[in-house]
Structure formats: structure tokens, C-alpha cells
């Protein structure tokens, strides 16, 4: 038996911040759903859905940071190769410099 709610709110700011605040008022009344539904379950039910909610959490929270550390991998190879080509640029400039001031 679950109840449909709208969240129709007008809510400040940026519309990704507005789209932000939605999705987790929306999030909070889902919790609320559940909780009414936990209710209903034993104590131990109720535990074994909470851990595997925090599961499902940091499960999460590991699959963000994994693909940030991807992210910030490529940038860094990124910035390797510039940092090469800068310095081969440099180097032949310097050699370019000497052989100019030794004729």
C-alpha cells in the first residue's frame, strides 16, 4: 500500500540546485515510505535492511570515488604529456639560445 506524493515546490536558487533540492525531498519521503514499512518487520529484518542500506551507501560512495580518482588519473597523464612537449620545447630553445650565441 503506498501513498503517490507530488512535491510541486518553488523552490530558490539555480535550476540544478532547485532539481537538487527535489531530488532529495523526494528522497526523504521514500525513506518515509520505507520506515512505515519497517515497521511492519521483525527487529532483526529491520537491521539486516538497514545494513544493507548502508551497503548499498558506501557501495555507492566507493563507485563515485573510483570514477573520480579514473577522472583525475587521465587528467594527470594529460598534464604528464604537456608538461614533456613543454620541456622538449624548452630544451631545443635553450640549444637553439646556445648555438646563437656561440657564432
Known amino acids: 500500500m503506498f501513498l503517490s506524493y507530488t512535491v510541486s515546490l518553488s523552490l530558490p536558487g539555480s535550476l540544478g540546485h532547485r532539481q537538487q533540492m ?15 514499512k519497517f ?20 557501495q555507492r560512495g566507493i563507485s563515485q570515488l573510483t570514477e573520480q ?5 587521465l587528467e594527470n597523464a594529460a598534464l604528464s ?3 614533456e612537449a613543454q620541456t622538449k620545447t624548452i630544451r631545443a630553445n635553450c640549444l637553439q639560445i646556445h648555438n646563437l650565441l656561440s657564432r
Not at 22 to 36: N, P, V
Not at 69 to 73: A, G, R
Open 22 to 36: 527535489r531530488k532529495t525531498i523526494k528522497s526523504g519521503i521514500l525513506r518515509i515510505l520505507d520506515c512505515q
Open 69 to 73: 580518482y579514473s577522472i583525475k588519473c
Open 81 to 83: 604529456e604537456r608538461l
Open 39 to 58: 515497521a511492519k518487520l521483525s527487529h532483526h529484518q529491520w537491521v539486516v535492511c538497514l545494513c544493507r542500506e548502508d551497503l548499498e551507501l558506501i
